[in-house]
C-alpha cells in the first residue's frame, strides 16, 4: 500500500525556519515526484512545489521561491520542506503528494505549522 | 499561470438530487484537469483524473466532463456521505492550479 507519512504540528515563532518531512512507503521513491500543497485554515489549496527524488530536480511556484525548499533523502524514501522566514501568512497545514503523471493521487495527512509570538 | 474559476462557492442540495461544479481555465489545457473531494480534517481525495478519469473505487455516481477552457464535474443522486469540498486541479502546465472550492451542504 502506498503511503505518506508526515510529520507532527509544528509551532514556531515569527521569522524562524521550520522543516518537516514526509516519508513515502510502498512504491519507488525515487520514481514520482513528490509535491507540497499548501492549505491555510477555512481556505483553498494551494501548489507549492514538486521534487524528482531520483535526482533531485525540483519546480516551484514563484510565489514560493524564496519560502520554501524542497530535498529529498533516497535512502530513507524520505522528502522534507523548509519554510523560512515564517509570518502568520505561513500558519497552515502542508501536504504532501505523490505525482502520477498528471495528477496527485496518494496525500499525506498533514503536518499543521502554527506561525505565532 | 493558468488561472482556474471555480463556481459556485457553495450549493445545498437534498438528498437524491444532481449537483453540477463548473471550472473554467484562463488557458486551454486540454484535459488535463482532475477533481477531488476533502471532507473535514482529512485531506483531499482524489476522484477523477485528467481525461475525465473515474478513479478505481470511486462510485459511478461521480462523473466530469470538458476539455480546452470548460469543465463541468457532476454527482447524480447525492448522498449524505458527499458533503465535502470539492476542488478542480488543472495540471497541463506549472504552477499548478487549484480552483477556489465548492463547499456542498445537504438540506
Known amino acids: 500500500e502506498v503511503q505518506l507519512q508526515q510529520s507532527g504540528t509544528v509551532l514556531a515563532r515569527p521569522g524562524a525556519s521550520v522543516k518537516m518531512s514526509c516519508k513515502a512507503s510502498g512504491y519507488s521513491f525515487t520514481s514520482y515526484w513528490m509535491h507540497w500543497v499548501k492549505q491555510r485554515p477555512g481556505q483553498g489549496l494551494e501548489w507549492i512545489g514538486a521534487?524528482?527524488?531520483?535526482?533531485?530536480?525540483?519546480s516551484y511556484n514563484q510565489k514560493f521561491k524564496g519560502k520554501a525548499k524542497l530535498t529529498a533523502v533516497t535512502s530513507a524514501s524520505t522528502a522534507y520542506m523548509e519554510l523560512s522566514s515564517l509570518t502568520n501568512e505561513d500558519s497552515a497545514v502542508y501536504y504532501c503528494t505523490r505525482g502520477v503523471t498528471r495528477y496527485f493521487d496518494v496525500w499525506g495527512a498533514g503536518t499543521t505549522v502554527t506561525v505565532s509570538s | 499561470e493558468t488561472t482556474v474559476t471555480q463556481s459556485p462557492a457553495s450549493l445545498s442540495v437534498a438528498t437524491g438530487e444532481k449537483v453540477t461544479i463548473r471550472c473554467i481555465t484562463s488557458t486551454d489545457i486540454d484535459d488535463d484537469m482532475n477533481w477531488y473531494q476533502q471532507k473535514p480534517g482529512e485531506p483531499p481525495k482524489l476522484l477523477i483524473s485528467?481525461?475525465?478519469t473515474l478513479r478505481p473505487g470511486v462510485p459511478s455516481r461521480f462523473s466530469s466532463s470538458g476539455y480546452g477552457t470548460d469543465f463541468v464535474f457532476t454527482i447524480e443522486n447525492t448522498l449524505s456521505e458527499d458533503v465535502a469540498d470539492y476542488y478542480c486541479?488543472?495540471?497541463?502546465?506549472?504552477?499548478?492550479?487549484f480552483g477556489g472550492g465548492t463547499k456542498l451542504e445537504i438540506k
Open positions: 521534487i524528482y527524488p531520483g535526482n533531485s530536480d525540483t
Open positions: 485528467e481525461g475525465n
Open positions: 486541479l488543472q495540471s497541463d502546465n506549472m504552477p499548478y492550479t
